[in-house]
């Protein structure tokens, strides 16, 4: 079983900047990948950015240039950074770790970008 414990949301004007982190706890084993996603009500959750233990990352069209994802191995924690928020990033916003076969969520924290 692997806890995630995410911080960092609040309400943030157009243009502002939010940093989440997520601290990923119990049964750590590498390779994984550690993301976030976010799902605004009604709509299917949609990948925003991972990392996977070796450095790889991925990210959303939609935040390139924008967000910035990065880890600290030794604590088990993840990163989101995100720069130049708009409306549109308004989300509920869902930490992941992924070890196949197994993938675990965090209680989800709460993005408000007002314009």
């Known amino acids: 079983q692997v806890q995630l414990v995410e911080s960092g949301g609040g309400l943030v004007q157009a243009g502002g900047s939010l940093r989440l982190s997520c601290a990923a706890s119990?049964?750590?084993?590498?390779?994984?990948?550690m993301g976030w996603y976010r799902q605004v009500s009604g709509k299917q959750r949609e990948l925003v950015a991972s990392?996977?233990?070796?450095?790889?990352?991925n990210y959303a069209d939609s935040v390139k240039g924008r967000f910035t994802i990065s880890r600290n191995n030794p604590k088990n924690t993840v990163y989101l950074q995100m720069n130049n928020l708009t409306p549109e990033d308004t989300a509920g916003y869902y930490c992941?770790?992924?070890?196949?076969?197994?993938?675990?969520w965090g209680q989800g924290t709460q993005v408000t970008v007002s314009s």
């Open positions: 992941n770790f992924d070890r196949y076969p197994n993938s675990y």
């Open positions: 119990g049964s750590i084993f590498v390779p994984n990948t």
């Open positions: 990392m996977t233990s070796g450095g790889s990352t």
